[in-house]
């Protein structure tokens, strides 16, 4: 190792998994390691279990539910945005100065705009080479949120979306570089770059061979995402009929599985995981359901279930970010009808789309590696490569 010092600052724990900026943090953290120390600060607590790797160190202040509250009002009279505002809590301010105090980094790294809004005014005392990492820009997260909602929380959002747009444009003078995955949105914004996600090697395997007249189908995601629910809700009445009619069985991977599978199942049996490790979980499916009805974040869904080497029946937008091709690559589909019209097909003949299946799989296993994306983040953050 280089004896490089790295600061990582989230709002979530890195052993919290299921999230999208979970999933950035921790190939950050195994990244940033190939030169130095890590230390992750972030909300968390209640586990004291050491991190594996002895050269990682992880810092977390509890949540709280009142300070977040008085966190929100205090930051609007200044533009503070509500995203922001909630984590701007006492405890992560003196956490994040006393390790800027005594830590000796050389780079501090924010994970989501949110932790790095709610830090900005100590941010004079952090070191020079400070840099942001988005998922998506929040503010057009927010509006495509909003456009669905009802009122009063559709104007809330609006307002929400406003806040934001400042917030990100000020990001680009605070931070260098502003990292998104989202490839779109980096190319709209000057100043912007575009790291994909990213997968560990080898961590996917092959799934276990199709069972003929009976399908293993999942909806992976975080559920306690409004998002995700909804679209778990649209995926289950698109797999309703072979699951009454015994041909396909049905089941939610993720955090909040059990609560909302009890809440879409009217008398279908659909079953519900909150797996510790998602790899080894889709390796027991046959087909993944990744439909979107707002297009928001990584989807990092989709990405898993291509490397597991599942078949993806998707919504073709988010697919296509992370670089997927509708008939090549996953079976486009948008609504109820078009899932249950493309399980049909899958249930009638799952052996024609094994070349799809394989296609799917080499194609993120290539373009989405975690050592090759490794060294791009060595040229975005100027590491040079890393040694020892």
Request: with cysteine; net charge positive.
């Amino acid at each position: 190792m280089s004896g490089r010092r790295f600061l990582l600052v989230a709002c979530r724990s890195a052993r919290q998994v299921g999230r999208g900026d979970g999933v950035v943090l921790r190939a950050r953290i195994a990244m940033l390691r190939r030169h130095g120390e890590v230390t992750v600060l972030s909300f968390g607590g209640g586990d004291d279990t050491p991190w594996p790797d002895p050269g990682v160190r992880l810092v977390e202040v509890p949540f709280s539910a009142p300070r977040a509250v008085l966190g929100a009002l205090r930051g609007l009279p200044g533009g503070l945005p509500i995203q922001a505002g909630i984590w701007r809590q006492p405890a992560f301010v003196r956490a994040f100065r006393g390790l800027l105090a005594t830590g000796g980094f050389d780079a501090v790294g924010f994970i989501t705009l949110r932790p790095a809004l709610a830090l900005e005014p100590w941010l004079a005392a952090a070191p020079p080479r400070r840099w942001l990492e988005m998922i998506d820009l929040l503010s057009e997260n927010m509006d495509r949120i909003g456009a669905r909602a009802p009122w009063p929380r559709r104007a809330l959002m609006r307002f929400e979306a406003r806040r934001l747009v400042r917030a990100e444009a000020r990001a680009a003078a605070l931070f260098a570089p502003v990292i998104l995955v989202n490839p779109d949105e980096a190319a709209r914004h000057p100043g912007f770059i575009h790291l994909p996600l990213s997968l560990a090697p080898g961590r996917f395997h092959d799934p276990a061979p199709l069972r003929p007249g009976r399908l293993r189908i999942c909806v992976s995601g975080n559920f306690t995402y409004f998002p995700n629910r909804e679209a778990a809700g649209l995926a289950v009445r698109g797999a309703a009929g072979l699951v009454a009619a015994g041909t396909a069985e049905l089941t939610l991977l993720g955090r909040g599985a059990p609560a909302l599978a009890a809440t879409l199942a009217a008398g279908l049996p659909i079953g519900a995981e909150e797996p510790a490790d998602m790899a080894l979980a889709l390796a027991g499916q046959d087909v993944a359901l990744c439909p979107v009805l707002t297009f928001t974040g990584m989807q990092n869904k989709i990405l898993e279930a291509a490397a597991a080497g599942l078949i993806v029946i998707a919504s073709p937008g988010p697919a296509a970010v992370i670089g997927l091709e509708p008939g090549r690559h996953f079976l486009p589909a948008t609504d109820a009808a078009s899932l249950a019209a493309q399980l049909a097909a899958v249930l009638a003949d799952p052996g024609r789309f094994g070349p799809m299946r394989r296609a799917a799989q080499d194609f993120v296993r290539a373009a989405h590696d975690q050592d090759r994306l490794a060294l791009a983040l060595d040229r975005a953050l100027d590491l040079g490569p890393p040694s020892g």
